[in-house]
């Protein structure tokens, strides 16, 4: 039995029929419609962040920064390392931090009214 996650195989759905393809990113998408996470990824955005820094960024419970961050490894979406007794998280690959980005600008866009543009 194949234990591996649509998501964590995304970079080699390339090679696949577009219906995988399109279901990896409905996996990815879907995990970024949580305004928890979606805040992680933007703070990780910035750099790499331990989980005291994370709840400090996202206002969350450390319990809930934690299980949201937990889903993200997961999904092969986050990183970790051990850094002495502290793990700190990072974004797997800056495609995520541009479509996080790209997701923050299309909310400025309709919450400011801005013409649309390329």
């Keep these: 039995m194949d234990t591996?996650?649509?998501?964590?195989?995304?970079?080699?759905?390339?090679?696949?029929?577009?219906?995988?393809?399109?279901?990896?990113?409905a996996s990815v998408l879907a995990l970024l419609a949580d305004r928890t996470r979606l805040s992680l990824l933007e703070r990780l955005g910035r750099g790499e962040a331990d989980v005291t820094t994370l709840v400090e960024a996202t206002g969350a419970?450390?319990?809930?920064?934690?299980?949201?961050?937990?889903?993200?490894?997961?999904?092969?979406?986050?990183?970790?390392?051990?850094?002495g007794r502290r793990v700190v998280y990072s974004l797997r690959h800056g495609h995520l931090r541009r479509l996080v980005d790209e997701a923050l600008n299309v909310a400025d866009h309709q919450?400011?009214?801005?013409?649309?543009?390329d």
Excluded: F, M, W, Y
């Design 61 to 83: 419970a450390r319990p809930s920064v934690s299980q949201h961050l937990a889903k993200l490894r997961l999904a092969g979406l986050v990183t970790t390392r051990k850094d």
């Design 4 to 25: 591996r996650t649509p998501l964590a195989d995304a970079n080699q759905s390339q090679q696949h029929p577009g219906g995988v393809r399109l279901e990896v990113a």
């Design 111 to 117: 919450i400011g009214a801005l013409p649309p543009h």
